[in-house]
């Protein structure tokens, strides 16, 4: 009648469908190692064939049934009395249900199962017919998802049993409705499957065992999100925002799974937050679609000024390996200056925050701070794989550049920091003023006690001297109405007011083991690529103090070179701002890890922001290191929204006459290359012969 009424009184026959089914297998013991989402666990099979134990070819047996089913609960070393549901092959024929509720019932009864009524029955194919050779692993999907869910579905056309079946003096039966399924200690099931020529397959399944909830370190997570089109983009967000808005899984793993369980395609976008249910309102970043891989790399370093008290603390707390490179920096700094950086830094709460910010902005202070900042942010990029091609820094952040190249050491690298800081430290004070104006005009505002401190920007520049001369300068500005401003430093740094420092300076780097970069670093001095020459020389380092820094021109190069990202590593936005005033900047992604002074977000925020901007652009990174000390686990999230598009061929109006089919072959290429030329319509009563497949006739016919 059209119906599969498995194990029904009105059970007429199967119904025949086509499918397919799809399962990944995997050792538990790796499957959990891996944190991969379990949806049932196979604890054993067994398989057999009836051979000559039944009357036919084609009739079922209830030994070879019975005997497959006790095989495969003794394969799966379980308790029968704990199986509480059994997905049946279930056809629905008026002979096969009878034979295989009695070969249950004989395995079960064989295994010491006494209690009657205790296990339910059900089968797929009341819902989808048979689907032949597809329908075990079918089978097998809806128990292991009716596993995973707790819920046993009904059975449907079921009303009346079946009277030749004896449910009554069985453990079983049918399942008709929707159940809570409730195991003890654990939900198990069997599934049979049997075949015609007598083939009889049973697998045991149980629940998928219990993990340990996730934890994480990190209170801001980052939510990688790729499509191929932009359409699609937007649909796998909006699907994301909603599935946010009800689960319960834990944001680390919902971040692993997008990281390590999706392919990463051109069109890109990121949320960055800690609240799936607030994914709306998650911090975020989209880029161009990339159609290059691993575009260049460049680390920016900022110089003095951008540091401030509490930068990197949530780092810091959250992330190991960035706290052991600041305790070590912390450590190798202590003799040299005479206290523990890390309370510089990170003040206690009852520190005095005004102290703490003067303190801070002390060049003695300042400037291995900011080192220390920069260089740890740096190496925990680069710990999770994102290694620049090439460096640039400002001022005190070139020496950055210069120890993550490998031309001095860490150890000798905070010497020197710890050295220039206090050699600068004990001359006269001083002031800098940046000037929106570009270089020619600002140089005629120079005299003898103020000089060129620093290009920045096409149309920015900085001096540098003593206060009073400063003020002149301030008052004349304010005059012409043009925007300067005063920046926190407190001296005159490379102006002539640092020419007592060149010397004694040059002596400390004479006793430094120089060495050839490894990484190479555009000069900001000479805005050429640093030699070997001059990396290796003390006379190079000691003068950087006193020339002027040129900024703009030195990161032009990579701006004009091509496909680039430019990151600025440490503290504050500077040069990341800086860098977007050339022109050629509108081809780049260029970004900061930090944010600027003044906004109150999270500093582990503006991180994970870069590190998805980074991945934005296009560039690998290492997501076992990210998560590493870390267990994760994989969980199932909104699959890829695929574009439906429709490519089917419509019919076209033809006219006809009533009973006739108008037969057109058109020009159509042969898998041999050869055409078949067109013929000219023929009128036939009745419908030809198949098309010839190579030829593929096309057939319209008119509806009669």
Not at 39 to 64: E, F, L, M, R, W
Not at 155 to 183: C, M, Q
Not at 242 to 264: I, M, N
Not at 646 to 675: C, H, K, Y
Request: aromatic share 6%.
């Amino acid at each position: 009648d059209g119906a599969c009424r498995a194990f029904d009184e009105k059970a007429s026959g199967t119904v025949f469908s086509n499918g397919a089914g799809l399962v990944l297998l995997k050792r538990l013991d790796d499957a959990l190692r891996d944190g991969d989402h379990i949806v049932s666990v196979i604890k054993g099979s067994a398989i057999n064939n009836d051979g000559g134990s039944k009357h036919s070819y084609t009739a079922p047996s209830v030994d070879g049934q019975a005997d497959v089913i006790r095989n495969a609960v003794a394969n799966a070393q379980v308790d029968p009395n704990t199986i509480s549901y059994v997905e049946a092959h279930g056809t629905g024929t008026p002979l096969g249900d009878p034979i295989e509720i009695a070969g249950l019932t004989k395995a079960f009864r064989e295994l010491g199962v006494t209690g009657n009524g205790t296990c339910a029955v059900g089968t797929v194919k009341t819902n989808v017919g048979h689907l032949d050779v597809a329908s075990g692993v079918t089978a097998l999907v809806k128990t292991s998802l009716a596993l995973q869910r707790g819920v046993i579905p009904p059975t449907v056309h079921y009303e009346k049993p079946n009277p030749k079946i004896d449910f009554e003096n069985s453990p079983f039966f049918v399942n008709a409705e929707l159940r809570k399924w409730k195991g003890q200690p654990l939900r198990r099931a069997g599934i049979s499957s049997f075949g015609v020529g007598g083939t009889n397959a049973h697998v045991i399944l149980e629940e998928p065992p219990a993990l340990e909830p996730s934890q994480s370190r990190r209170e801001i997570h980052l939510f990688p999100l790729s499509a191929r089109s932009e359409e699609a983009l937007g649909n796998a967000h909006e699907n994301f925002i909603s599935y946010g808005e009800s689960s319960t899984a834990h944001p680390a793993d919902v971040s692993y799974t997008l990281r390590v369980g999706r392919k990463a395609f051109a069109h890109r976008r990121i949320l960055v937050g800690n609240d799936l249910g607030q994914l709306s309102d998650a911090a975020s970043a989209t880029g161009q679609p990339k159609t290059t891989t691993d575009p260049a790399l460049v680390f920016m370093f900022p110089g003095q000024g951008s540091q401030t008290v509490g930068m990197g603390r949530d780092l810091y707390r959250t992330e190991p390996f960035f706290a052991a490179e600041v305790d070590r920096c912390a450590e190798i700094l202590k003799p040299h200056l005479g206290e523990d950086i890390r309370d510089i830094l990170y003040p206690g709460p009852d520190a005095d925050a005004e102290e703490a910010a003067h303190r801070i902005k002390q060049t003695v202070m300042a400037q291995p701070a900011i080192f220390v900042m920069s260089y740890c942010q740096a190496r925990l990029l680069m710990h999770w794989g994102a290694q620049p091609e090439s460096l640039i820094g400002h001022s005190v952040g070139e020496l950055v550049a210069a120890c993550l190249a490998g031309v001095v050491s860490l150890e000798e690298a905070l010497e020197i920091l710890a050295a220039r800081g206090r050699l600068m430290q004990e001359i006269d004070p001083g002031g800098m003023l940046s000037i929106r104006l570009p270089e020619s005009d600002v140089t005629a505002l120079l005299t003898d006690k103020l000089d060129l401190a620093a290009v920045n920007g096409p149309e920015l520049c900085v001096i540098a001297g003593p206060h009073d001369e400063l003020e002149k300068v301030e008052a004349q500005l304010a005059g012409r109405e043009i925007v300067c401003k005063r920046l926190h430093t407190s001296h005159g740094f490379h102006s002539w007011m640092m020419d007592p420092v060149i010397e004694p300076f040059r002596e400390v780097i004479s006793k430094m083991d120089l060495h050839p970069p490894q990484i190479p670093i555009r000069s900001t001095v000479t805005t050429g690529w640093l030699s070997d020459e001059e990396a290796t020389d003390p006379g190079y380092w000691a003068a950087h103090v006193r020339r002027t820094v040129r900024f703009t021109e030195a990161v032009r190069h990579f701006q004009e070179e091509g496909d680039a990202t430019l990151v600025e590593v440490g503290p504050g936005q500077t040069l990341s701002t800086l860098s977007r005033q050339n022109p050629e900047s509108r081809k780049q992604a260029i970004f900061s890890t930090s944010g600027h002074a003044t906004q109150d977000k999270s500093d582990a925020l503006h991180f994970q922001l870069a590190v998805g901007k980074l991945w934005i652009a296009g560039h690998t990174l290492d997501w076992q290191a990210y998560d590493e000390d870390e267990r994760r686990l994989r969980v199932p999230l909104p699959t890829y929204p695929f574009e439906r598009k429709r490519f089917w061929i419509d019919a076209q109006p033809v006219s006809a006459e009533p009973n006739q089919l108008s037969v057109e072959q058109p020009t159509i290429p042969m898998q041999n290359g050869i055409t078949t030329p067109p013929t000219t319509p023929v009128e036939t009563s009745t419908p030809p012969a198949s098309p010839d497949p190579v030829s593929y006739t096309h057939l319209r016919a008119h509806e009669t």
